[in-house]
């Protein structure tokens, strides 16, 4: 049964930081590409950040130079360390897990992130 468990969300202030946390069980990690996604609430569910197998990085560009993607494949673990944080960041965070495949596409619960002041 492959889990995806999200940790980390919460409220922060404008300016702020936060860590998301995501680890994954019964898949091989190092193999799957994660990223993170998020919706707010009306708009559709967007990428933020992703991170390949061989550790290439991908960002949003509304995030980009903000926020960091990182795995640790021995923690079977990717994080999202976000600063900056800006009230527009304000939405539930996801963690996707791609294999490539229809069916190796796995999704966490999400977590919720909100930037208010």
């Known amino acids: 049964q492959v889990q995806l468990v999200e940790s980390g969300g919460g409220l922060v202030q404008p300016g702020g930081s936060l860590r998301l946390s995501c680890a994954a069980s019964g898949i091989i990690f190092s193999i799957y590409a994660m990223g993170w996604y998020r919706q707010a609430p009306g708009k559709q569910r967007e990428l933020v950040a992703g991170i390949t197998s061989g550790g290439r990085l991908k960002y949003a560009d509304s995030v980009k130079g903000r926020f960091t993607i990182s795995r640790d494949n021995g923690k079977n673990t990717v994080y999202l360390q976000m600063n900056s944080l800006k009230p527009e960041d304000t939405a539930v965070y996801y963690c996707?897990?791609?294999?490539?495949?229809?069916?190796?596409?796995?999704w966490g619960q999400g977590t919720q992130v909100t930037v208010s002041s």
């Open positions: 996707n897990a791609d294999g490539g495949t229809s069916w190796s596409d796995f």
